[in-house]
């Protein structure tokens, strides 16, 4: 009995110092995946990495790694000298193939995803507007709501007011509904769909091409994160994608 004992303590023993090591191999590994993710996507601080699964040290030998999260913090959209957050830029990367020194690796399966709040938004909208929560029909069209004192914008855009014109706009505010899309993954376009009737002749159509030219562009978004649908939410606007064979490091 007593032999069985100690049997059993060894063998708690020598499992514990299994998980150790595992648990040990796994931060080592993901403190190297996160250089190289750095380094190759040029990013300006480290990512957070997280390799799922348990025991690590099979997944290794197999050369395949069931789940590593990727997240990089926030990253910055910049629009006419203007910068703002982009906020929770996340990778969920699948069946990842690896080599034994961590040197390169792709996975079988990525999803990407990242939120701009209207809060963050705002900072870099044309002078003088806000862009918002359009309501739920509209939103679930894609589309955002633009508005401001008329004569703010466009005196902020340098659209020249004359007098009289200024007069007949004082009060007035713009309301204009966008849709919202992504170019190349990493910038976001703005599409005029609906504007108030302005009671100055051809200014909707000025006070259309100062919106459509309204362009955010994220600054060093990661290879590893594809990004291209964009819904507006009640909070901001929120970015997601999927991709396959995405390589993680290069």
């Known amino acids: 009995m007593r032999a069985l004992r100690i049997l059993l303590v060894l063998v708690i ?4 110092l ?3 090591a595992d648990r040990f191999a796994v931060r080592f590994a993901q403190g190297k995946v996160a250089d190289k993710v750095q380094e190759s996507q040029g990013l300006d601080s480290k990512p957070d990495v997280s390799i799922k699964g348990f ?3 099979t997944q290794v030998v197999g050369s395949s790694l069931d789940e590593v999260d990727i997240n990089v913090g926030g990253l910055t959209a910049t629009a006419g000298g203007h910068s703002v957050k982009v906020t929770e830029v996340r990778a969920v990367l699948k069946d990842v193939a690896i080599d034994s020194s961590f040197s390169s690796a792709t996975a079988g399966e990525a999803s990407g995803s990242a939120r701009l709040s209207y809060t963050d938004l705002g900072q870099a909208a044309p002078k003088g507007a806000t862009i918002g929560y359009a309501g739920p029909e509209r939103a679930a069209k894609g589309q955002v709501k633009v508005s401001g004192a008329m004569t703010d914008v466009l005196k902020g855009a340098d659209i020249p007011v004359p007098g009289p ?4 706009l004082k009060g ?3 309301t204009a509904y966008c ?3 992504l ?3 990493d910038t976001i376009l703005f599409r005029t769909v609906d504007i108030a009737d302005l009671p100055v002749p051809g200014l909707d159509d000025q006070v259309k091409g100062l919106i459509d030219e309204y362009a955010l562009k994220i600054d060093r978004m990661p290879a590893t994160i594809k990004l291209d649908r964009v819904a507006a939410t009640p909070d901001g606007l929120q970015f997601s994608g999927k991709g396959t064979n995405v390589p993680l490091t290069g």
């Open 183 to 185: 170019k190349g993954g």
């Open 179 to 181: 849709t919202v899309s």
């Open 165 to 168: 014109v200024e007069a007949l």
């Open 172 to 174: 007035l505010d713009l």
């Open 55 to 57: 025991p690590f040290l």
């Open 13 to 16: 023993v020598f499992g514990g």
């Open 18 to 20: 299994l998980v150790a």
